[in-house]
């Protein structure tokens, strides 16, 4: 069975950083493209960032700079280094497995870790 397995994450004061890996078991990292999906506090689900197979990430704007994805397919392990978080990247953030042919799409979640940003 494929599985996504979260860790990191936590409580951080504003501008501090965090980083969430996520490493898969039952599938192979490499062959997918991959998302990182956060839902804040009486919010509907955001994607936040994907990367390729080739290890090309891509942003939304508000995080652009300050989020970096990768990915070590010797690992089968993703991560997101979040710098200089705000608290308006308070949330649960998500690993998923790309589905479809919008970045907005995923057929396999990890189960969340917590992220909150508070002084």
């Known amino acids: 069975e494929a599985q996504l397995v979260q860790s990191g994450g936590g409580m951080v004061q504003p501008g501090g950083s965090l980083r969430l890996s996520c490493t898969t078991s039952?599938?192979?990292?490499?062959?997918?493209?991959m998302n990182w999906v956060r839902q804040a506090p009486g919010k509907g689900p955001e994607w936040v960032s994907g990367i390729t197979i080739g290890g090309y990430g891509y942003y939304i704007d508000p995080v652009m700079g300050r989020f970096t994805i990768s990915r070590d397919n010797t690992k089968n392990t993703l991560y997101l280094q979040m710098n200089n978080l705000k608290p308006e990247d308070t949330a649960v953030y998500y690993c998923?497995?790309?589905?479809?042919?919008?970045?907005?799409?995923?057929?396999?979640w990890g189960q969340g870790t917590q992220v909150t940003v508070s002084s």
């Open positions: 998923a497995r790309r589905y479809g042919n919008s970045w907005s799409g995923s057929d396999l």
């Open positions: 039952g599938l192979t990292l490499g062959m997918f493209d």
